[in-house]
């Protein structure tokens, strides 16, 4: 059974849209894939937990919320097949710049 990823985005944003669309993630994860535009409901629910939905996506992943960059780093790393290291938004490694080097490189 494939683990469940949800994912709400803001349907007006270029960027947002484009990588869901093109994202590799449904290949190995039950993905739900919410325009925030279209569910109000789930608007209010996280802007009560402080998430504002017009500064960034929000992913949950195993009953976690990430929001903003990490949204994208965490569907950034779950999509990239070589990558054999466990999931860790702590890393040393973890740069933004180097995430969006990595998201650019899924759209192209």
């Not at 993905?31 to 109000?40: G, K, T, W, Y």
């Amino acid at each position: 059974m494939k683990k469940k990823i949800e994912i709400y985005y803001d349907g007006d944003c270029p960027f947002c849209t484009q990588f869901v669309l093109l994202s590799k993630l449904k290949k190995e994860y039950e993905v739900s894939i919410n325009n925030l535009r279209n569910v109000p409901d789930k608007v209010k629910e996280f802007k009560e937990k402080l998430y504002d939905v017009n500064e960034g996506m929000v992913v949950i992943f195993d009953n976690e919320v990430y929001f903003g960059h990490k949204a994208v780093y965490l569907m950034t790393k779950l999509s990239d097949k070589n990558l054999n290291q466990p999931l860790s938004l702590k890393s040393r490694k973890y740069s933004f710049k180097n995430t969006i080097r990595k998201v650019i490189k899924l759209l192209t």
